[in-house]
């Protein structure tokens, strides 16, 4: 398979810290579930996991974006993620509950990102010139992938989030078993277009 065949020192720095987020996606499911059936309880686990694919994600933003400015606004953005992190698992509402304020804030911004960095390939004068067709570009199915993925969390962590404030019931419960649904396909298709990008660097190595 291209994501197991392709050597790190091959990739640049973007396509290096998509590999690592694949990496942290199985330590997510993997370690997700086996805490859970240990401690009966891995919301802890899950909010670090979070943070840490943010700062992943956001340092392949400051990667593809071009402008300096936008670069240095996500590096100070990454840091009040990380704060927010911080003061949502300790103070707000602990490392035993689903941590809504950090987790949405998080995946809102992600979203932005995402939409951003689609802005910017439209408009590249550069890939105009050179009459490049944005979908040959890895980084443009990476982003697709991390889009349709983070699209579809934001709505099963917003389903969570309102069974644990006003409890269980069955419109909530049915809403939750939908986007969670949602979410799984999502994740499917990011894999899909992660394999398309991975598959346009083997092309560009050939």
């Known amino acids: 398979m291209i994501p197991f065949t392709l050597k790190l020192p091959l990739l640049n720095k973007e396509q290096r810290l998509i590999y690592i987020y694949l990496i942290s996606c199985v330590a997510y499911g993997v370690g997700s579930d086996v805490i859970a059936r240990i401690f009966r309880n891995n919301m802890a686990f899950i909010t670090c996991i979070h943070l840490v694919q943010f700062i ?19 590096k100070w953005i990454m840091l009040v993620a990380t704060l927010l992190f911080a003061v949502d698992i300790t103070v707000l509402e602990g490392p035993l509950k689903f941590n809504s304020v950090f987790i949405s804030f998080r995946s809102a911004l992600l979203i932005i990102y995402g939409v951003m960095f689609f802005l910017q390939l439209m408009r590249d ?13 890895p980084v443009f199915w990476f982003n697709a ?19 644990q404030q006003k409890g269980p019931s069955e419109v909530l419960e049915s809403m939750y078993k939908i986007t969670a649904s949602l979410y799984w396909i999502a994740g499917v298709i990011q894999v899909i277009l992660f394999y398309i990008g991975l598959s346009k660097i083997k092309r560009a190595r050939a």
């Open 125 to 137: 004068e550069d890939l105009i010139e050179k009459s490049i067709y944005i979908n040959s570009l």
């Open 145 to 163: 992938g991390l889009f349709v993925n983070v699209c579809c969390g934001f709505l099963l962590n917003l389903s969570f989030n309102l069974i």
């Open 56 to 74: 992943i994600l956001s340092l392949f933003y400051i990667q593809v974006f071009k402008s300096p400015s936008t670069k240095k606004a996500l």
